[in-house]
């Protein structure tokens, strides 16, 4: 096999200076090469290019279009790029336009004419949909693995607060007390079913089009089954106009990712307002965040501010895809060179949320016990039990849901809380009041009561801190 120097040289030093034929009597004016470029970008699919370009040519080899001999040289060539690229010896510019050009090149210059046989019945249309789906693949994978320390963090917090209440509220409004670890397990549920989502998906990314072509198939004999088979695709595209032009997996994808990022930012404004003065609800470890530059008293709550901020580029990752892709006539058209850097970015930024999120979680919240104790007990959150006590007691709950709205009339007017109420208080209202309505609008006693399946009640939601250990730990 031929050396190498330290650096790629530059195309210009090739006769063949473009990736398309010589029809054209001009080279492309530089800024419009720049602008025309994808190289900066989808180097990105450089090692899953050499993986589909390596099974490509045993195809080749197996179909007896080319020779053995010829499929072993290009295969160890195409090794040899990928070593150089990981040592930081290949590194294409702008003038190889993108990534697949940039390999045929190098892989020509390596092992001389046997290079030009790689291509034989494909087109850079049905490689790049095969570099995408494998690289997207390949990360699907890694972000359910995400999920799953993500999930894990999440349920190792709610076992340590299982008897831990907070306000729970509706509208920004105190509701009724929940158990902490019920409120935690509620993004435990959302992120499951990211995770099972981006499964289901990973189904319709896992399909081969190699072989399509540019847009009608080869008349070469190809074996696309082969190709599949050595790729790990679970199915075939069955139509190559279809196949080539295909970005319903990426915007499927991204789909999944923006709800990703919705059930991450949602836990991020929460955070932001439990750690504010006037929550109180948590304190942020010096691990997790960060001071001001002018305030010196100030802890800011970076990591979920960011991933606040961060969830929008990925939804405007998904319009920009939409968007181009409504008006896109079949087949391939250079407007899909717009889906990698959309791709691209929203695969790094819900990597680097989940991880971020995760640290957050198991190693930068301090939740105050104390003031949570005292945030159930100062407000009327316990009224619909007032309701459901009358309603227990035989008053019909429409009936014990008017009296009670004047109980708490009544202790607004006098600047009380429901368990102020004197027992005599208690039975002008209603003479079912006993003695007992103390111990039922008693934080604990609230939260307790609530043991219907999916409640609140410590019970239940021992069973589901249970329940999501053993899913995890399938």
């Known amino acids: 096999m031929a050396s190498h120097p330290s650096s790629s040289p530059s195309l210009s030093d090739s006769p063949d200076q473009q990736p398309w034929s010589q029809r054209f009597e001009s080279a492309l004016h530089p800024v419009i090469a720049t602008f025309n470029a994808s190289i900066h970008f989808d180097i ?247 001071g001001s530059s002018i305030m010196p008293q100030k802890k800011n709550p970076d990591v979920p501010e960011l991933v606040r901020g961060k969830s929008g580029r990925v939804f405007g990752h998904l319009q920009s895809l939409l968007v181009m892709m409504k008006g896109l006539p079949l087949a391939y058209n250079k407007d899909l060179q717009e889906d990698k850097e959309a791709l691209f970015d929203s695969v790094v930024t819900v990597k680097a949320c989940l991880e971020a999120m995760t640290i957050l979680v198991i190693e930068g919240l301090n939740f105050q016990t104390g003031r949570l104790q005292t945030a159930v007990g100062e407000d009327f959150s316990n009224a619909t039990d007032v309701a459901d006590y009358l309603a227990a007691k035989e008053v019909p709950f429409r009936e014990a849901y008017n009296i009670v709205g004047i109980v708490v009339k009544t202790c607004l007017a006098q600047g009380k809380l429901l368990k102020d109420l004197s027992l005599e208080e208690w039975q002008q209202f209603h003479p079912q009041f006993s003695g007992d309505i103390y111990d039922a609008i008693a934080p604990r006693q609230v939260v307790a009561a609530r043991n219907s399946l999916g409640g609140t009640g410590f019970e239940q939601v021992q069973k589901a801190v249970a329940q999501a250990q053993s899913q995890l730990n399938l």
């Open 44 to 290: 990105a699919l450089l090692e899953y290019d050499l993986t589909g370009s390596q099974a490509h040519a045993q195809m080749l080899a197996h179909t007896g279009i080319i020779s053995p001999a010829e499929a072993d040289a290009i295969d160890q060539g195409l090794e040899q790029i990928r070593q150089d690229y990981r040592q930081g010896l290949f590194q294409p510019g702008v003038d190889a336009e993108d990534v697949h050009f940039a390999v045929e090149h190098r892989l020509i210059e390596l092992i001389g004419d046997t290079g030009k046989k790689l291509h034989t019945g494909r087109s850079r249309n049905d490689q790049v949909g095969t570099d995408i789906r494998l690289y997207l693949h390949d990360h699907i994978q890694q972000i359910r693995s995400l999920i799953r320390g993500w999930q894990r963090a999440l349920v190792n917090l709610a076992q340590d607060h299982v008897q831990t209440l907070i306000p729970g509220y509706t509208h920004l409004q105190r509701a009724q007390p929940v158990s902490l670890a019920h409120h935690l397990l509620a993004y435990f549920e959302m992120a499951e079913r990211d995770w099972h989502r981006l499964g289901e998906i990973d189904q319709r990314v896992n399909v081969s089009p190699l072989g399509l072509g540019a847009l009608a198939g080869t008349p070469f004999p190809i074996d696309r089954h082969y190709t599949a088979e050595k790729l790990g695709f679970v199915d075939l595209y069955r139509n190559s106009l279809d196949g080539v032009s295909d970005r319903d997996f990426a915007i499927e994808f991204l789909c999944a990712a923006s709800l990703i990022m919705v059930h991450l930012s949602r836990l991020s404004e929460e955070i932001i307002l439990w750690a504010s003065e006037e929550f109180g609800f948590v304190k942020l470890n010096d691990s997790c965040a960060t």
